[in-house]
C-alpha cells in the first residue's frame, strides 16, 4: 500500500540536543512538507521541498533544518537552535500538477523535549 | 505567515444536530480545503473547493466556496460521535504559491450522544 510513514510517533529528548525526524513517502510525489502543530493553533509551515536537492523555508523555519536527497525522503532536524520545540510535527506529500486529493499526512510525531 | 480565521473555536451538540464552520481571510484564495484530524493523527482531506461559489458534498458533509473568494464554510448534517476531531479550513491564496497552504486554527466538535 502507498501512503507516507514518520516514525518515531513519540520521541523525548534532552534540552540542547539536536533531534532528526524520518518521513518517507511511496507514492512518487513531488512535493513534500513539514508543519508543526501546537495545540490551539492549526497547522505552520517549517519547509517544503518541490524537488530533490531544492527546499524552502516556510513561516517558522528558525531552529530547523531539512535534506531532499531523495525523492522518497524528507527528514527534519530540530536542531537545539529551536526555542520551544516541543509540538506535535505532521509531514505530507503532493505530485505536482495533481488534484488535492491526492495529498496525503503522515500519522505525525510528538517530540517533547525535557 | 497569514492564518485564516477559523470559527467557532469549539463546539459542543448532541447527536443528530447539525453543525456549521467558517473560515474567513482577507485575502482572496484560489483554492479552500476542509480536512478532520483525529486525536494523535493526521489531517484527512474531507472536500476541496476550486471555484468561486461551488457547492460540494461528501455524505453528510456540505462545503462551500464563497463568491467574494474570502471565504469557506463546512456543514455536517445529523451528526454522529464518530464525528468527534478537529475540522481545519486551508487555502491557497491567490499570487501566492500553487502548493503554499495557510491553515486555520481548527474547530474542535464535541459530539454528545
Redesign the interface.
Same mark, same amino acid.
Given at each position: 500500500d502507498g501512503g &507516507?510513514t514518520q516514525s518515531p510517533k513519540y520521541l523525548f529528548r534532552k534540552e540542547g540536543q539536536n533531534v532528526t525526524l524520518s518521513c518517507e513517502q511511496n507514492l512518487n510525489h513531488d *512535493?513534500m512538507y513539514w508543519?508543526r502543530q501546537d495545540p490551539? #493553533? $492549526?497547522?505552520?509551515?517549517i519547509y517544503?521541498s #518541490?524537488i530533490v536537492n531544492d527546499f524552502q523555508k $516556510? +513561516?517558522i523555519a528558525e531552529g530547523y533544518s531539512v535534506s531532499r536527497e531523495k525523492k522518497e525522503s524528507f527528514p527534519l532536524t530540530v536542531t537545539s537552535a529551536q526555542k520551544n520545540p516541543t509540538a506535535?510535527y505532521?509531514c *505530507?506529500s &503532493?505530485g505536482?500538477g495533481s488534484?488535492? +486529493?491526492t #495529498?496525503?499526512? $503522515?500519522?505525525?510525531t510528538?517530540l517533547t523535549v525535557l | %505567515?497569514q492564518?485564516l480565521n477559523?470559527s467557532p473555536?469549539s463546539m459542543f451538540i448532541q447527536e443528530g444536530e447539525d453543525v456549521s464552520m467558517n473560515c474567513t481571510s482577507s485575502s482572496i484564495f484560489n483554492?479552500w =480545503?476542509w480536512y478532520k484530524q483525529d486525536p %494523535?493523527?493526521?489531517?484527512? =482531506?474531507l472536500i476541496?473547493l476550486y471555484k468561486a461559489g461551488e457547492l460540494t458534498s461528501n455524505g453528510r458533509l456540505t462545503a462551500q466556496f464563497g463568491i467574494t473568494r474570502k471565504d469557506s464554510f463546512l456543514n455536517i448534517s445529523a451528526s454522529i460521535p464518530s464525528d468527534v476531531g478537529i475540522y @481545519?479550513c486551508?487555502g491557497l491564496q491567490s499570487g501566492g504559491s500553487n502548493? !503554499? =497552504?495557510t @491553515? %486555520? !486554527?481548527?474547530t474542535l466538535l464535541t459530539v454528545n450522544p
Open positions: &507516507i *512535493a508543519y490551539g #493553533q $492549526g497547522l505552520r509551515l517544503y #518541490q $516556510g +513561516d506535535f505532521l *505530507a &503532493i505536482l488534484s488535492w +486529493d #495529498q496525503y499526512f $503522515g500519522p505525525g510528538r | %505567515g492564518q477559523q473555536q483554492t =480545503l %494523535g493523527e493526521g489531517p484527512v =482531506l476541496a @481545519f486551508a502548493y !503554499k =497552504l @491553515f %486555520g !486554527k481548527g
